[in-house]
């Protein structure tokens, strides 16, 4: 009995066969990516809320509803640590300078610290850099060494120093009328506004009026 075989194919025809399915689903693939672009791109992009600067905010100063405003950007643009919505900040304290127009990031916010019963805040002349003091650190405010001279007029001693507590306190914190007569800051000297027990702050005005004193941060 004879029996009938079929032909067998090609092998270069199976390799054409091969490469065209190849072709086929690269072709399928294709078209499937550029939809999904082309709808992605057609699709808007989702804008979210962040804060920024109304105008230039100085380090120091007490955020008001005037000194901010709420924008609208690319959600992906919107940094983690960003301020949103003006509650997020009004009352606060920024820590650093915040330019006009920038975003406001919550690291740079302060709460305003609370005084001690019996204290009054006061603005002194310190020697030297203040940038490296924020508002609310715990400072210990030193008096410069005053010279003061005996009544003979012919030798002169140092006025002893003194440590006084304070906490430093937003640049425009308002002050008593009572204010520092100190002499015009010279080219190293800071204008530091600080929360100190009422009793020491008229000594400490007297001091600063004749010299500036100095700040350094108290240890935890």
Do not use: W
């Not at 004879?2 to 190849?22: E, S």
């Not at 308002?174 to 008229?202: H, R, Y």
């Not at 005005?205 to 500036?212: E, K, M, R, T, V």
């Amino acid at each position: 009995m004879l029996h009938h075989m079929g032909a067998a194919v090609p092998k270069d025809l199976q390799t054409r066969r091969k490469m065209k399915r190849i072709i086929d689903l690269g072709l399928v693939l294709l078209c499937a990516f550029a939809t999904t672009l082309v709808v992605s791109l057609a699709l808007p992009s989702a804008d979210a809320p962040v804060l920024v600067a109304r105008k230039h905010i100085e380090a120091g100063h007490t955020i008001n509803a005037d000194d901010v405003r709420v924008q609208l950007i690319d959600a992906h643009a919107v940094a983690s640590n960003a301020a949103t919505a003006p509650q997020q900040a009004i009352g606060q304290v920024s820590v650093i300078p915040i330019p006009s127009g920038g975003g406001i990031p919550k690291q740079a916010l302060s709460y305003v610290p609370e005084l001690p019963a019996n204290s009054t805040v006061i603005t002194v002349t310190v020697a030297g850099n203040t940038r490296n003091l924020s508002v609310g650190d715990s400072i210990a405010v030193l008096s410069a060494g005053l010279p003061s001279s005996h009544e003979s007029g012919t030798t002169s001693t140092a006025h002893p120093s003194r440590r006084y507590h304070a906490i430093v306190m937003p640049s425009d914190t308002p002050t008593p009328s009572v204010s520092s007569e100190s002499n015009a800051l010279g080219e190293n000297d800071a204008s530091l506004t600080i929360g100190i027990d009422a009793k020491e702050a008229v000594e400490v005005l007297s001091l600063s009026a004749q010299s500036p004193l100095l700040a350094v941060t108290e240890p935890d």
